[in-house]
């Protein structure tokens, strides 16, 4: 057996055996069970190694081949398979509690699957294609059965297929760079392929519009998961081109164009969220911003500028489930989740607006939630270069403080007439705890995740020395 | 270990109570556990006496290439002064509340776990601790708020404060990195002059001192315990990080405007406390001028001096908010207190008014009348009938309630005569003979003059002007306009044709940066 194949190809098809099942507490079940054996075999089985249980005795082989192309898993890849399986768990596990298990086990788990496969594609170039096909399983996930598809889906389709063939386009070139290395024009162009490839493929400003619209349009939980699997791996994946192309790598201006980049996600991010009054738009800025730090952390460069980006996963991903599991309760309430009808929620839902201020103010960075840690260390890493490049920054993060401070405003508002009451059901009130709790702790003990991502600088040859 | 003691009694005792409430709700009594609690509590701290300075760390957070402090707490001069005024707070709350209508064994745990919290801030080592501890206690005060607040107009006064206090803790952080920006790792040891400042206006920004802002109009319910133990110990987690801020690190053009600043906040606060109704009506003037005054004192170069008038804050308003069933004969008891405003020779603000090496003496002329405003202030407040009448309760409640302020009293007068290291002198005697000249006058007409005139409204032109609804109402008109301006960018963004839009846009962001990049 290989690696790939019981990473990629079981899970799509158990992923296809899900979606005939009606039972939705059946599907979750599994799709939880079978995502946590997933994630604990690529904890604790090596791979390339021959193991022997008794008289029985098997290798994981790392590699496997697929219409002319490998798909390679290596040792160094399974603390990235521990960590996407492992989140995946926390979102199909939280699914049933808020009625979305059903399409987002069985879908959710096909598209992490094709998303492991993009990244062990190779040439890696292939990636693009398996994102693009990642992206079209994700079609009937973010849209109902029967309902047209709204404009953000449209939009995130237009987009995300746009980045592929620039990508594609990309590698074309640079297999005439490795030919003819000092042909500059032949650098250039590829570099801006590159550039405009995954400017598409991370919703940078301007192409970012899709993030908010579909936070409006689907329900937020899903879209919740989208964003955080697809910029996840695709920033992988752009780590796997720095990886790769020494020219890129040494490129001159490669660490001030990342900084552009990542302030103006940051920026436009952060002053865009304190000007929405729809909750779920302001978790879609909060994501663009959120991917403008990975790039941040990415033009420090180093050791520290990666161990910061593996930083940022695990509470990215914390408060990102939480702030979409609180959100999708709310939606039950207040379907249109502006912030005209909000008022006085706090009320009503507790935790639930708990879970949502505070996975804000922790994407946001507040001391003492989960999100501070790396955020701090980003904001000293960029201060040490540059203060005027922390300031706009800082800029941004305000702008997303400010629409926490706004959506506070707006739960506490209203009748105070109404007695405090929790109309959560028990399973959303257990895990919305535990979503507080996390986000407390990781505040406090952010070593308690390391062991989590530092292996994972290890994938990368060059970018990991 | 003797710096956590105090905490883990008070920690437990708080755990006990909270699982005291759902395991047995009939239990009769929760008091005792209290009360026991604080009193340990209050013993403990003293051990620190032992060995000072002591500090304890936690793990260090890892990678520790990217994380250079570790959360660290500190006992020394500085934390423990606080630390005794805030456990001594505690203490008195529980004690005292035999005689008011608050038996609720939650509002003890909350005032303990509350507590337990400020001598954490107090006692951080370092900013990281500071704005770990901060944020825990601005988002417990948050809830705390929200769920005692009778209207929407508190409310949105409630999350203007907390607003105010994180735009506080970001100052720190900010400050932090412009040290970094200069290679220099901050601590409260190495504070570099361009980053003393930013220190200081952020417990400015939270006392609502820098600028002069008051988000509360009114008080809430959470009236003489848990709410003064609320507005003190938050007060008091702020103040602290103003002692730690070294004289040399505030060399900045900024001060003698800073000093108007906190002089203006002073005053204001001073007179609307003399002329508020009674002393719960005036706490949030009584937190605002007692942070002027320790803000003023920071400023003139005198950290030291700012931990009297923090200390102050907490015991000689505690001792006031508290007294809440009087009686002719215990009159003495708040009195006492008054002791400790006014800065006379080993009073606890016998330093304060002394000026570092950078600052004029005549820097502190303007706080002068500030300070007899308080005091004569608390000398009218304490004059007052009282909510109820010690007479009509039970005996043993006539023996606890007095304990419980006396300990309040006591306290002010053990600290400045052996508190910290500015504790215990003579102080500028010729500031305070004025000061306290200037009390007697303003006493004298607040018992005559003020008692015909109305009571300052909540609602009155400076308090309108104070409370910044200008600013609000400014910043309200800017956000209308950039909301405008993101309304239409994001509406071309997403409209029909924003797939061009963003094409176009992405072609002139382009053409900017090859423009700059040449």
């Given at each position: 057996?290989?690696?790939?194949?019981?990473?990629?190809?079981?899970?799509?098809?158990?992923?296809?055996?899900?979606?005939?099942?009606?039972?939705?507490?059946?599907?979750?079940?599994?799709?939880?069970?079978?995502?946590?054996?997933?994630?604990?075999?690529?904890?604790?089985?090596?791979?390339?190694?021959?193991?022997?249980?008794?008289?029985?005795?098997?290798?994981?082989?790392?590699?496997?081949?697929?219409?002319?192309?490998?798909?390679?898993?290596?040792?160094?890849?399974?603390?990235?398979?521990?960590?996407?399986?492992?989140?995946?768990?926390?979102?199909?596990?939280a699914a049933p509690a808020i009625k979305a298990a059903r399409r987002l086990s069985s879908l959710g788990l096909a598209i992490t699957a094709l998303l492991v496969a993009a990244l062990a594609?190779?040439?890696?170039?292939?990636?693009?294609?398996?994102?693009?096909?990642?992206?079209?399983?994700?079609?009937?996930?973010?849209?109902?059965?029967?309902?047209?598809?709204?404009?953000?889906?449209?939009?995130?389709?237009?987009?995300?297929?746009?980045?592929?063939?620039?990508?594609?386009?990309?590698?074309?070139?640079?297999?005439?760079?490795?030919?003819?290395?000092?042909?500059?024009?032949?650098?250039?162009?590829?570099?801006?392929?590159?550039?405009?490839?995954?400017?598409?493929?991370?919703?940078?400003?301007?192409?970012?519009?899709?993030?908010?619209?579909?936070?409006?349009?689907?329900?937020?939980?899903?879209?919740?998961?989208?964003?955080?699997?697809?910029?996840?791996?695709?920033?992988?994946?752009?780590?796997?081109?720095?990886?790769?192309?020494?020219?890129?790598?040494?490129?001159?201006?490669?660490?001030?164009?990342?900084?552009?980049?990542?302030?103006?996600?940051?920026?436009?991010?952060?002053?865009?969220?304190?000007?929405?009054?729809?909750?779920?738009?302001?978790?879609?800025?909060?994501?663009?911003?959120?991917?403008?730090?990975?790039?941040?952390?990415?033009?420090?460069?180093?050791?520290?500028?990666?161990?910061?980006?593996?930083?940022?996963?695990?509470?990215?991903?914390?408060?990102?489930?939480?702030?979409?599991?609180?959100?999708?309760?709310?939606?039950?309430?207040?379907?249109?989740?502006?912030?005209?009808?909000?008022?006085?929620?706090?009320?009503?839902?507790?935790?639930?607006?708990?879970?949502?201020?505070?996975?804000?103010?922790?994407?946001?960075?507040?001391?003492?939630?989960?999100?501070?840690?790396?955020?701090?260390?980003?904001?000293?890493?960029?201060?040490?270069?540059?203060?005027?490049?922390?300031?706009?920054?800082?800029?941004?993060?305000?702008?997303?403080?400010?629409?926490?401070?706004?959506?506070?405003?707006?739960?506490?508002?209203?009748?105070?007439?109404?007695?405090?009451?929790?109309?959560?059901?028990?399973?959303?009130?257990?895990?919305?705890?535990?979503?507080?709790?996390?986000?407390?702790?990781?505040?406090?003990?952010?070593?308690?995740?390391?062991?989590?991502?530092?292996?994972?600088?290890?994938?990368?040859?060059?970018?990991?020395? | 270990?003797?710096?956590?003691?105090?905490?883990?009694?008070?920690?437990?005792?708080?755990?006990?109570?909270?699982?005291?409430?759902?395991?047995?709700?009939?239990?009769?009594?929760?008091?005792?556990?209290?009360?026991?609690?604080?009193?340990?509590?209050?013993?403990?701290?003293?051990?620190?006496?032992?060995?000072?300075?002591?500090?304890?760390?936690?793990?260090?957070?890892?990678?520790?290439?990217?994380?250079?402090?570790?959360?660290?707490?500190?006992?020394?001069?500085?934390?423990?002064?606080?630390?005794?005024?805030?456990?001594?707070?505690?203490?008195?709350?529980?004690?005292?509340?035999?005689?008011?209508?608050?038996?609720?064994?939650?509002?003890?745990?909350?005032?303990?776990?509350?507590?337990?919290?400020?001598?954490?801030?107090?006692?951080?080592?370092?900013?990281?601790?500071?704005?770990?501890?901060?944020?825990?206690?601005?988002?417990?005060?948050?809830?705390?708020?929200?769920?005692?607040?009778?209207?929407?107009?508190?409310?949105?006064?409630?999350?203007?404060?907390?607003?105010?206090?994180?735009?506080?803790?970001?100052?720190?952080?900010?400050?932090?990195?412009?040290?970094?920006?200069?290679?220099?790792?901050?601590?409260?040891?190495?504070?570099?002059?361009?980053?003393?400042?930013?220190?200081?206006?952020?417990?400015?920004?939270?006392?609502?001192?820098?600028?002069?802002?008051?988000?509360?109009?009114?008080?809430?319910?959470?009236?003489?315990?848990?709410?003064?133990?609320?507005?003190?110990?938050?007060?008091?987690?702020?103040?602290?990080?103003?002692?730690?801020?070294?004289?040399?690190?505030?060399?900045?053009?900024?001060?003698?405007?800073?000093?108007?600043?906190?002089?203006?906040?002073?005053?204001?606060?001073?007179?609307?406390?003399?002329?508020?109704?009674?002393?719960?009506?005036?706490?949030?003037?009584?937190?605002?001028?007692?942070?002027?005054?320790?803000?003023?004192?920071?400023?003139?170069?005198?950290?030291?001096?700012?931990?009297?008038?923090?200390?102050?804050?907490?015991?000689?308003?505690?001792?006031?908010?508290?007294?809440?069933?009087?009686?002719?004969?215990?009159?003495?008891?708040?009195?006492?207190?008054?002791?400790?405003?006014?800065?006379?020779?080993?009073?606890?603000?016998?330093?304060?008014?002394?000026?570092?090496?950078?600052?004029?003496?005549?820097?502190?002329?303007?706080?002068?009348?500030?300070?007899?405003?308080?005091?004569?202030?608390?000398?009218?407040?304490?004059?007052?009938?009282?909510?109820?009448?010690?007479?009509?309760?039970?005996?043993?409640?006539?023996?606890?309630?007095?304990?419980?302020?006396?300990?309040?009293?006591?306290?002010?007068?053990?600290?400045?005569?052996?508190?910290?290291?500015?504790?215990?002198?003579?102080?500028?005697?010729?500031?305070?003979?004025?000061?306290?000249?200037?009390?007697?006058?303003?006493?004298?007409?607040?018992?005559?003059?003020?008692?015909?005139l109305k009571p300052a409204s909540s609602s009155s032109q400076w308090t309108r002007l104070f409370r910044l609804e200008w600013v609000y109402k400014t910043m309200t008109v800017f956000y209308?306009?950039?909301?405008?301006?993101?309304?239409?960018?994001?509406?071309?963004?997403?409209?029909?044709?924003?797939?061009?839009?963003?094409?176009?846009?992405?072609?002139?962001?382009?053409?900017?940066?090859?423009?700059?990049?040449?």
């Amino acid at each position: 057996m290989s690696a790939p194949v019981l990473w990629i190809f079981l899970p799509l098809l158990v992923a296809g055996c899900l979606l005939l099942v009606r039972n939705r507490k059946v599907i979750a079940l599994v799709a939880c069970i079978f995502t946590l054996l997933l994630t604990l075999a690529a904890w604790l089985l090596p791979i390339d190694t021959v193991m022997t249980i008794g008289s029985w005795s098997f290798k994981l082989s790392s590699s496997f081949e697929i219409l002319g192309r490998h798909l390679v898993l290596g040792s160094n890849d399974r603390t990235l398979l521990v960590l996407v399986y492992g989140s995946a768990i926390a979102w199909f596990a939280a699914a049933p509690a808020i009625k979305a298990a059903r399409r987002l086990s069985s879908l959710g788990l096909a598209i992490t699957a094709l998303l492991v496969a993009a990244l062990a594609v190779e040439p890696f170039l292939y990636a693009a294609l398996l994102i693009e096909m990642a992206v079209l399983l994700s079609i009937p996930l973010l849209s109902a059965p029967g309902e047209k598809p709204g404009r953000g889906l449209i939009r995130f389709l237009i987009f995300q297929t746009l980045g592929m063939p620039f990508i594609l386009f990309s590698g074309w070139l640079l297999a005439g760079i490795e030919a003819n290395p000092g042909d500059l024009g032949l650098v250039q162009q590829a570099a801006i392929l590159i550039g405009l490839g995954f400017s598409f493929l991370l919703a940078v400003f301007p192409f970012s519009s899709w993030i908010p619209l579909l936070m409006e349009e689907a329900s937020p939980y899903t879209v919740g998961f989208i964003l955080w699997m697809f910029p996840t791996v695709v920033l992988f994946f752009g780590l796997g081109f720095l990886d790769h192309y020494t020219w890129l790598r040494d490129a001159p201006a490669l660490g001030s164009i990342l900084t552009t980049v990542g302030i103006l996600m940051v920026v436009s991010g952060g002053l865009l969220a304190a000007f929405q009054r729809h909750l779920g738009r302001i978790l879609g800025y909060a994501v663009i911003m959120e991917t403008g730090f990975s790039i941040l952390t990415i033009s420090l460069g180093g050791t520290v500028g990666l161990n910061i980006f593996f930083m940022l996963l695990v509470p990215r991903s914390l408060s990102l489930a939480v702030w979409a599991f609180a959100l999708t309760i709310l939606k039950e309430d207040s379907p249109t989740l502006m912030l005209g009808d909000i008022k006085g929620l706090g009320r009503a839902w507790p935790f639930a607006t708990c879970g949502l201020v505070l996975a804000n103010l922790a994407l946001a960075g507040m001391p003492l939630l989960a999100g501070f840690p790396p955020h701090q260390a980003i904001w000293e890493g960029l201060a040490s270069n540059s203060l005027p490049v922390v300031s706009w920054v800082l800029l941004g993060t305000s702008g997303l403080i400010f629409s926490a401070i706004r959506v506070i405003l707006a739960f506490a508002s209203g009748s105070t007439a109404a007695n405090w009451e929790s109309r959560e059901t028990g399973a959303q009130r257990v895990l919305l705890t535990i979503g507080f709790l996390a986000l407390l702790l990781l505040g406090l003990f952010p070593q308690w995740v390391v062991p989590l991502w530092t292996n994972l600088p290890a994938i990368f040859t060059h970018l990991g020395q | 270990m003797l710096i956590l003691l105090p905490i883990l009694f008070m920690l437990i005792t708080a755990l006990t109570l909270v699982i005291l409430r759902f395991v047995r709700p009939n239990f009769k009594y929760p008091w005792m556990i209290a009360a026991g609690g604080s009193v340990l509590a209050l013993i403990s701290i003293f051990l620190w006496q032992i060995r000072l300075p002591q500090s304890i760390s936690m793990a260090p957070w890892q990678p520790v290439n990217l994380f250079f402090f570790a959360p660290t707490w500190l006992a020394d001069g500085i934390s423990w002064p606080y630390a005794l005024s805030m456990i001594a707070l505690a203490a008195a709350v529980i004690w005292t509340s035999v005689v008011r209508a608050e038996s609720s064994p939650s509002a003890w745990a909350a005032t303990l776990l509350l507590t337990a919290l400020g001598i954490l801030a107090v006692g951080a080592e370092n900013p990281l601790t500071l704005v770990l501890v901060w944020s825990a206690i601005d988002l417990a005060e948050l809830v705390a708020m929200l769920r005692s607040t009778e209207g929407e107009e508190q409310n949105q006064g409630v999350v203007i404060a907390f607003a105010a206090r994180l735009a506080g803790t970001g100052l720190v952080l900010w400050a932090n990195l412009v040290s970094t920006a200069g290679g220099i790792l901050m601590s409260f040891r190495a504070t570099p002059a361009s980053a003393g400042i930013y220190l200081l206006i952020a417990a400015g920004l939270r006392l609502g001192v820098l600028p002069l802002h008051l988000p509360y109009r009114k008080e809430n319910v959470l009236r003489r315990g848990f709410g003064t133990t609320l507005r003190l110990v938050s007060a008091a987690a702020s103040l602290s990080l103003l002692a730690r801020i070294p004289a040399s690190a505030l060399k900045s053009s900024l001060v003698p405007f800073l000093l108007v600043l906190a002089a203006v906040a002073a005053l204001y606060a001073g007179w609307m406390w003399l002329r508020a109704s009674d002393e719960i009506l005036g706490r949030p003037f009584w937190v605002l001028g007692m942070a002027s005054l320790s803000v003023a004192a920071s400023l003139n170069g005198n950290p030291s001096g700012s931990i009297g008038w923090g200390v102050m804050l907490i015991l000689g308003g505690g001792l006031l908010f508290l007294f809440s069933a009087r009686q002719r004969n215990i009159t003495w008891l708040p009195l006492l207190g008054l002791w400790g405003l006014s800065t006379l020779p080993f009073s606890p603000t016998a330093s304060a008014w002394q000026t570092g090496n950078q600052t004029f003496w005549l820097a502190v002329i303007p706080f002068l009348p500030a300070q007899g405003l308080f005091m004569a202030g608390f000398i009218r407040h304490a004059l007052h009938p009282g909510e109820t009448s010690l007479e009509s309760q039970e005996r043993w409640t006539k023996v606890l309630y007095p304990t419980g302020l006396f300990m309040l009293a006591a306290m002010a007068i053990l600290l400045g005569i052996w508190g910290w290291e500015g504790a215990g002198n003579l102080g500028q005697w010729w500031a305070a003979v004025i000061a306290n000249v200037l009390a007697a006058g303003f006493t004298a007409l607040a018992l005559t003059v003020l008692v015909r005139l109305k009571p300052a409204s909540s609602s009155s032109q400076w308090t309108r002007l104070f409370r910044l609804e200008w600013v609000y109402k400014t910043m309200t008109v800017f956000y209308d306009f950039f909301y405008r301006i993101a309304g239409l960018l994001t509406s071309s963004l997403e409209g029909e044709g924003g797939l061009l839009w963003s094409l176009l846009l992405l072609a002139l962001i382009l053409s900017v940066l090859s423009t700059q990049g040449r």
